[in-house]
T-cell receptor
């Protein structure tokens, strides 16, 4: 079965500082990888996705992520965090799992931005 | 593009009553729709997957007689919580997918409170 691990439950960074959110996945074949952001009381917004090709993926709001097959990782980065980036971030892996098309989410990382 | 709406965004109902939540894809045809449940400060848990014109496929542990899902058209899916109880109070999020891809577009969510 596929799984996603986000080891950091909560991260606090200062505004303007760089950010890296970790994501490790377990999947037998080439995974489809996603990062979503959720503001309080809201649905999920897609930040970026990786299907194939260039392992460095650019997304919206200045985010990027790098797929590293050898490390089974898909970490999310941003060079300079803005106060509006404070939210919950979910990494997800898509693929066939137990006979069905599925999207499996990590437990999420809550980002707090200090002024 | 790829906008998904949910209605209502917030609903309060009395224990024992039923409540219907609508999920609509506004600018694309959704061959598959997904229903998730999210508890406070937790990740999304997939409840069921539905394909247009077919019966929904429920995840293990989800009561199909309690959570009725209908996917009558390529743009509309509904989730009906029957005989609601306080433990059904949660944040329900739908998503929609196209074709055989794994990318999902999420609605803004519906907060259900059962008193």
């Amino acid at each position: 079965a596929q799984s996603v691990t986000q080891p950091d439950i909560h991260i606090t960074v200062s505004e303007g500082a760089s950010l890296e959110l970790r994501c490790n996945y377990s999947y037998g074949a080439t995974p489809y990888l996603f990062w979503y952001v959720q503001s309080p009381g809201q649905g999920l917004q897609l930040l970026l996705k990786y299907f194939s090709g260039d392992t460095l993926v650019q997304g919206i709001k200045g985010f990027e992520a790098e797929f590293k097959r050898s490390q089974s990782s898909f970490n999310l980065r941003k060079p300079s965090v803005h106060w509006s980036d404070a939210a919950e971030y979910f990494c997800a892996v898509g693929g066939w799992d137990t006979g069905r098309r599925a999207l499996t989410f990590g437990s999420g990382t809550r980002l707090q931005v200090q002024p | 593009g790829a906008v998904v709406s949910q209605h209502p965004s917030w609903v309060i109902c009395k224990s024992g009553t039923s409540v219907k939540i609508e999920c609509r894809s506004l600018d694309f045809q959704a061959t598959t729709m997904f229903w998730y449940r999210q508890f406070p400060k937790q990740s999304l848990m997939l409840m069921a997957t539905s394909n247009e014109g077919s019966k929904a496929t429920y995840e293990q542990g989800v009561e199909k007689d309690k959570f009725l899902i209908n996917h009558a058209s390529l743009t509309l899916s509904t989730l009906t919580v029957t005989s609601a109880h306080p433990e059904d109070s949660s944040f329900y999020i739908c998503s929609a997918g196209t074709g055989w891809g794994y990318e999902q577009y999420f609605g803004p969510g519906t907060r259900l409170t059962v008193t």
